[in-house]
């Protein structure tokens, strides 16, 4: 099969499936630390300073740096392979984090887990830009980003049912054990598409993506912009079921389904609509590719301001659910975007470089940076220190959506079929 064939073949609904469903394990264990910040402070004695470095800094430091690299290597060799290995890893790191007694175990053990999912994602990116032709990209990695509110709404879920009914430990040996017995699962069903005679990803010079990517503006703005949302995206993620419990006094099985609820149906709105945005309006204008997520990125902000301050539970779960959304939508344009900054058998590596800039000031940044705030608003606002924490968090989507705007009139020149 050529690679336009494999471009049109019905089995490139059955490779994105697969990366869905690996994408969904990648967030489950990615994010079930946030739901069980609550048991794990308590047993370890934890202040919201070290959960803020377990949820965020432990976990990105290897995941960004090593991501580049793993790229490089998934250019060369077997895209396959790479993530198949991670997936292993990665799991099961996750479930040794059930095994740690201290703070430092745990921190270790979020190290090995960013490890593995270094591995993941730019590969996965790439193996769905070779299988799905232009007009379909967008769409495609949207569903491929549905394991983001999928991963972290089940991690939400089970980590919440299974801390409540057994204890937090349990939560993660189960999920990283179901990780690694779908590795090998995954290779079987998976194949390498074929790669373009004239050049061969052994010849991709290092060098020479790095280049490209840094003489062009867009990329620059479309990552700054990306690190930006993620900053509070994933600070949210990780101290949202905290704020429901301490400010709104749910339980965790109660939070669990908050939390969920609104990860589902918010989070998956709002990565098929950024999608489906981005294939239609994109095609016409590239630049659309960073307007739509600029505009979503303002919308956001008011939205989630009403949810945080709220007093009622039903009128936070509504508040919080369309800027979830909202906050989701940047995804498949974004991503598209960068897969095209580059010619095709350099797609794994750029898309490794744009990770990294987003994830070690997101990843690393944004839950730490709230759990500091929290602890500094403490003295002032006692319990709710962590709701006036995330308030002043918000400005990183205003930042966000001026990142992106920026990028938009330069992605027109910078864009490569």
């Known amino acids: 099969m050529t690679r336009a064939e494999s471009s049109r073949s019905p089995y490139r609904f059955a490779v994105l499936a697969m990366l869905l469903l690996v994408y969904t394990f990648n967030f489950i264990d990615r994010q079930i630390l946030g739901i069980l910040a609550g048991p794990i402070k308590a047993e370890l004695g934890l202040s919201d300073t070290q959960l803020?470095?377990?949820?965020?800094?432990?976990?990105?430091?290897?995941?960004?740096?090593?991501?580049?690299p793993l790229a490089l290597l998934a250019d060369r060799t077997s895209?396959?392979?790479?993530?198949?290995?991670?997936?292993?890893?990665?799991?099961?790191?996750?479930?040794?984090?059930?095994?740690?007694?201290?703070?430092?175990?745990?921190?270790?053990?979020?190290?090995?887990?960013?490890?593995?999912?270094?591995?993941?994602?730019?590969?996965?990116?790439?193996?769905?830009?070779?299988?799905?032709?232009?007009?379909?990209?967008?769409?495609?990695?949207?569903?491929?980003?549905?394991?983001?509110?999928?991963?972290?709404?089940?991690?939400?879920?089970f980590g919440g049912y299974i801390a409540a009914a057994i204890d937090w430990r349990t939560a993660?040996?189960?999920?990283?054990?179901?990780?690694?017995?779908?590795?090998?699962?995954f290779r079987l069903?998976?194949?390498?598409?074929?790669?373009?005679?004239d050049t061969p990803a052994d010849r991709v010079p290092v060098g020479r993506v790095f280049a490209i990517l840094a003489a062009k503006r867009s990329f620059w703005f479309l990552a700054l912009g990306a690190a930006s949302s993620s900053m509070l995206g994933y600070g949210l993620a990780f101290w949202l079921p905290q704020l429901l419990q301490r400010s709104f006094g749910l339980d965790l099985v109660q939070t669990s389904y908050f939390y969920g609820g609104v990860l589902l149906i918010g989070g998956v709105a709002g990565v098929l609509a950024g999608g489906i945005l981005g294939d239609r309006l994109g095609t016409r204008d590239r630049a659309s590719?960073?307007?739509?997520?600029?505009?979503?990125?303002?919308?956001?902000?008011?939205?989630?301001?009403?949810?945080?301050?709220?007093?009622?539970?039903?009128a936070a779960f509504l508040f919080f659910l369309i800027p979830q959304a909202l906050a989701y939508v940047w995804l498949g344009p974004v991503i598209t975007a960068v897969q095209h900054l580059v010619p095709a058998h350099m797609r794994a590596t750029a898309s490794a470089s744009f990770l990294?800039?987003?994830?070690?000031?997101?990843?690393?940044?944004?839950?730490?940076?709230?759990?500091?705030?929290?602890?500094?608003?403490?003295?002032?606002?006692?319990?709710?220190?962590?709701?006036?924490?995330?308030?002043?968090?918000?400005?990183?989507?205003?930042?966000?959506?001026?990142?992106m705007r920026l990028a938009a009139k330069p992605l027109r020149q910078d864009w490569v079929d």
């Open 52 to 68: 803020g470095l377990l949820g965020g800094i432990a976990f990105a430091l290897l995941y960004s740096t090593l991501a580049v």
């Open 79 to 157: 895209r396959t392979w790479v993530i198949t290995v991670s997936l292993a890893v990665w799991s099961g790191f996750t479930a040794l984090c059930g095994l740690a007694t201290s703070f430092w175990q745990l921190f270790g053990a979020r190290l090995g887990v960013g490890v593995g999912e270094a591995g993941g994602v730019a590969p996965s990116y790439a193996l769905i830009a070779d299988y799905f032709p232009p007009e379909e990209r967008a769409r495609a990695l949207s569903v491929y980003s549905l394991g983001i509110p999928l991963g972290a709404a089940l991690g939400v879920l």
């Open 172 to 185: 993660f040996i189960a999920v990283g054990i179901a990780g690694v017995v779908i590795a090998p699962f």
């Open 189 to 197: 069903i998976v194949r390498e598409p074929p790669r373009s005679a």
């Open 289 to 314: 590719f960073a307007k739509i997520p600029a505009l979503a990125f303002v919308l956001a902000v008011p939205l989630f301001a009403a949810g945080i301050l709220s007093s009622s539970v039903a």
């Open 356 to 403: 990294l800039i987003n994830n070690l000031i997101g990843i690393g940044g944004g839950a730490l940076f709230l759990g500091a705030l929290s602890d500094a608003f403490t003295q002032r606002f006692g319990n709710e220190a962590l709701r006036y924490s995330m308030l002043v968090s918000l400005g990183f989507y205003l930042l966000a959506a001026l990142f």
